[in-house]
């Protein structure tokens, strides 16, 4: 018998009309031609800082067997230099190519500054993906009932290549391709306003992009209920929360279905629903130093409380291949002020720029969004929040990792300066090798419920 979802989304395919399509079939068939298969320009620009994107790089020197073990990661480019450094005494320089709060961050800390290398776009993806995207470019929509909205017709690849509204570019976010799964063990820190670093949890996490098991259909996607990003952590320190367990089953269609979060707390043995993990509800995961909508960009989400608008495309200064992080301790990473300016590595690429704002009647502490969002990850690489009074307050700062045996440029580090505070940190220190964002065989979507926490739990 098919669920309920299931039957709603066959009669809504069977209603949507051609004219529904996202983008044309003349206009899809510019993937893999002027556009890469993505949906990036893969001209050079202008002066050619930008180069063309001419598919995966080659591979031949790659310690393939190391990466896949999940031995410490490569960085193919620890041989090179920065072309330039921009800092607050020079920013003015660079104007068009900073946002306003990598401006506002290089003002606040004035020994902090911007190591600019050549610019590499190494992000691909298997040819499985590429067929994916090149089919959702002209089937997928979006479906919207009242606040809430989320994706028919796409699968297996970006639902919208070619996008023509805000909504569009950040789902296209949400979806990106970053591998199907992997493991890690992480870490976040906060900092007090004195520099004191303060761990506020590290364990084990297992991520999986469930829109990304090759091969499945639309139909069983929606008797899934539209399952996306999934994660399982469970936390070994700081010692009070050791033996803490969390696990998340996030949706591509808010309509349809809901996020779902449960957690295993030691001190009750129990596990529970944490319907709160969301939106500007401070992340205990961080001791709640964050938002979490604001970890890693913001992925976490759908149009519920903002509108989101194009503002444009241009060229941007943002960090890239960042896999020198992967020999760095806490002190190679973290100042006490600041990150270390030379544990970043930053390059120029063309960015799509999105604006959220809060809609009629809704409520967060962040009353307006600015995303800059890379062209050819569709990755978040900063975001910056003002508060009601149209001040400035928070701006994220994205990490990204090329990982070569995925094939990806995956974000999944960041740091967020709070300008009338102090700063935090995620994901930002791998030094211990075994889990430095193992690729893993995809597990059955059962390994991401709440049972298995009751079923993994040490404590």
């Known amino acids: 018998m098919f669920k309920p979802a299931f039957l709603t989304t066959c009669l809504l395919m069977m209603a949507i009309p051609a004219a529904q399509a996202a983008v044309s079939p003349e206009e899809a068939a510019r993937l893999g031609k002027d556009l890469t298969p993505l949906g990036a320009e893969r001209a050079a620009n202008a002066d050619g800082s930008i180069p063309e994107w001419n598919g995966c790089p080659d591979l031949k020197k790659v310690p393939m067997a190391q990466l896949q073990s999940g031995d410490r990661r490569w960085d193919p480019y620890a041989a090179e230099k920065p072309l330039y450094r921009v800092s607050a005494a020079n920013m003015a320089q660079y104007d068009a190519l900073l946002s306003e709060g990598v401006k506002a961050v290089l003002t606040q800390y004035p020994d902090?500054?911007?190591?600019?290398?050549?610019?590499?776009?190494?992000?691909?993806?298997?040819?499985?993906?590429?067929?994916?995207?090149?089919?959702n470019a002209t089937r997928a929509t979006l479906e919207v009932k009242g606040n809430n909205d989320g994706l028919l017709g796409a699968i297996n690849g970006i639902p919208f290549p070619i996008p023509n509204t805000g909504s569009e570019v950040r789902w296209n976010t949400n979806l990106r391709w970053r591998g199907q799964s992997f493991e890690s063990k992480t870490r976040q820190y906060s900092f007090t306003t004195n520099g004191e670093?303060?761990?506020?949890?590290?364990?084990?996490?297992?991520?999986?992009m469930e829109g990304y098991r090759q091969g499945i259909s639309l139909e069983d996607h929606a008797k899934q209920g539209y399952l996306s990003w999934m994660f399982l952590q469970f936390t070994d320190a700081p010692s009070f929360r050791a033996g803490e367990g969390l696990v998340s089953r996030d949706t591509d269609n808010y309509v349809q279905s809901d996020r779902k979060v449960s957690q295993y707390l030691v001190g009750q043995r129990r596990v529970r629903r944490s319907p709160n993990a969301g939106w500007d509800t401070p992340d205990f995961v961080n001791s709640g130093a964050n938002f979490f909508d604001e970890v890693f960009g913001s992925p976490y989400t759908g149009d519920e409380r903002y509108e989101y608008t194009i503002v444009g495309k241009q060229e941007?200064?943002?960090?890239?291949?960042?896999?020198?992080?992967?020999?760095?301790?806490?002190?190679?990473?973290?100042?006490?002020?600041?990150?270390?300016?030379?544990a970043l590595r930053w390059e120029k690429h063309r960015v799509w720029v999105v604006e959220a704002t809060l809609k009629p009647g809704q409520r967060h502490a962040v009353n307006k969004r600015k995303f800059y969002i890379d062209e050819d990850t569709w990755g978040t690489a900063l975001m910056d929040g003002w508060d009601p009074s149209g001040k400035l307050w928070r701006v994220s700062?994205?990490?990204?990792?090329?990982?070569?045996?995925?094939?990806?440029?995956?974000?999944?580090?960041?740091?967020?300066?709070?300008?009338?505070?102090?700063?935090?940190?995620?994901?930002?220190?791998?030094?211990?090798?075994g889990y430095q964002l193992k690729s893993v065989e995809m597990k059955p979507e059962s390994d991401f419920s709440p049972s298995a926490l009751l079923v993994r739990g040490v404590r």
């Not at 911007?114 to 090149?134: E, I």
């Not at 670093?197 to 999986?208: A, C, E, I, T, Y």
């Not at 200064?317 to 190679?332: C, Q």
């Open 316 to 342: 941007a200064l943002i960090p890239y291949s960042n896999n020198k992080i992967f020999s760095l301790d806490e002190d190679g990473v973290f100042d006490k002020e600041h990150h270390k300016p030379d």
């Open 197 to 208: 670093r303060v761990l506020g949890s590290q364990g084990f996490q297992l991520d999986q």
């Open 112 to 135: 902090l500054y911007l190591d600019v290398y050549p610019t590499h776009r190494n992000h691909c993806a298997p040819q499985w993906v590429y067929d994916g995207t090149k089919a």
């Open 397 to 433: 700062i994205n990490v990204p990792f090329y990982l070569p045996d995925v094939p990806a440029q995956v974000y999944y580090g960041d740091v967020l300066y709070v300008l009338d505070a102090s700063w935090s940190a995620r994901n930002m220190v791998y030094h211990d090798t």
